[in-house]
């Protein structure tokens, strides 16, 4: 099994920064795909942004494209969402997903494991 756990979302004010982290544990090496998506309240869930543990299929919504960050540092198994310039529109709980499987079609139910998420409040 897989688990997640993020932290470092927050409250900012328009235009600020955040950087949510994710801890992936478990069995880590079944994993090839990490994921950040987002649901605000009375929306569908979203994929925001997806990676493949080698880092070499990305993929950014377009909205957040240019504004946000994907990193991860495979040796402490953390994944990181650097956000840029934030707007109120990104207000939503942030999630962090995993896959079995190289994700292809940007969607969430491409992602099997799910952290709690991580709140994201702009204003």
């Known amino acids: 099994d897989v688990q997640l756990v993020e932290s470092g979302g927050g409250s900012v004010q328009a235009g600020g920064s955040l950087r949510p982290s994710c801890i992936v544990s478990?069995?880590?090496?079944?994993?090839?795909?990490l994921g950040w998506l987002r649901q605000a309240p009375g929306k569908a869930r979203e994929a925001v942004v997806a990676?493949?543990?080698?880092?070499?299929?990305?993929a950014y919504d377009a909205r957040v494209k240019g504004r946000f960050t994907i990193s991860q540092d495979n040796a402490v198994n953390t994944v990181y969402l650097q956000m840029n310039s934030l707007k109120p529109e990104d207000t939503a709980m942030y999630y962090c997903?995993?896959?079995?499987?190289?994700?292809?079609?940007?969607?969430?139910?491409?992602?099997?494991?799910w952290g709690q998420g991580t709140q994201v409040t702009v204003s």
């Open positions: 478990g069995s880590t090496s079944s994993t090839k795909s």
């Open positions: 997903a995993a896959s079995a499987e190289i994700w292809r079609f940007f969607v969430p139910a491409e992602f099997t494991y």
């Open positions: 990676i493949d543990r080698g880092a070499h299929n990305i």
